[in-house]
């Protein structure tokens, strides 16, 4: 079956700009992860949905970032009035929940650069 | 909050060299994942460990979680050019068994044939 997608897969803004960064989880799965990767570097926890709960905000690094998940499925991760310390590939992933297995799944990833 | 540490940062082996990665972390963890990222590539779950002192293997992998489960290794024997990429440990917080991930920084390992 299909794997988690992300759109678009590059996107180069200017400073002050808004951006969207959108996520397709894998069908079934009703946990989405929001996770960013600066180059070179470990990846930084930003936003975690699950099911029909709050979501947990608590690695959201500032009030300019905000995610949304509609439907249970669907997600939008928004950064507001980008800045250059923003630029980084920003991951998705998508989990099964109540299994013993809790593999996380892993889109390929947006590259946002800000100029 | 929980912290995962991992160590080498950087690992430069010659092929057929073996290899290990070495992780911590500051809190018990209820199990430990794996995950390997090719160079421009995507994490790729390896494998989840969640046993006190288990010891699973992957052909030329083998993967442990510590007794105290705060500790887990991975060492690859014999390494070849397709092991290159980066190695993260993992571990959900708050010692739940699943959720938010916390990553390691993760091990680059270069093969050199």
């Known amino acids: 079956g299909a794997g988690v997608s992300q759109s678009p897969s590059n996107k180069v803004t200017e400073k002050g700009k808004d951006v969207e960064l959108r996520c397709d989880p894998i069908s079934g799965h009703t946990a989405l992860y929001w996770y960013r990767q600066s180059l070179g570097q470990g990846l930084e926890f930003l936003i975690y949905?699950?099911?029909?709960?709050?979501?947990?905000k608590s690695g959201l690094p500032s009030d300019r970032f905000s995610a949304e998940r509609t439907g249970g499925s669907v997600s939008t991760l928004t950064i507001q009035r980008t800045q250059q310390e923003d630029s980084a590939v920003y991951l998705c992933?998508?989990?099964?929940?109540?299994?013993?297995?809790?593999?996380?799944?892993f889109g390929p990833g947006t590259r946002l650069t800000v100029l | 909050g929980q912290q995962v540490m991992q160590i080498p940062q950087y690992q430069h082996v010659q092929e057929g060299e073996d290899f290990t990665t070495y992780c911590n972390s500051s809190t018990t963890l209820s199990n430990i994942q794996w995950y390997k990222q090719r160079p421009g590539g995507h994490p790729v779950f390896l494998i989840q460990?969640?046993?006190?002192?288990e010891v699973k293997k992957q052909k030329r992998l083998t993967f442990q979680f510590g007794e105290a489960k705060k500790n887990s290794s991975l060492h690859i024997t014999a390494t070849q050019t397709t092991d290159v990429g980066t190695y993260f440990c993992a571990g959900p917080e708050g010692g739940t068994s699943y959720g938010k991930l916390t990553f390691g920084q993760g091990t680059i390992l270069t093969v050199h044939p």
């Open positions: 949905f699950q099911g029909n709960s709050a979501p947990d």
């Open positions: 460990l969640v046993k006190s002192g």
């Open positions: 992933a998508s989990s099964r929940v109540g299994t013993s297995l809790n593999e996380q799944f």
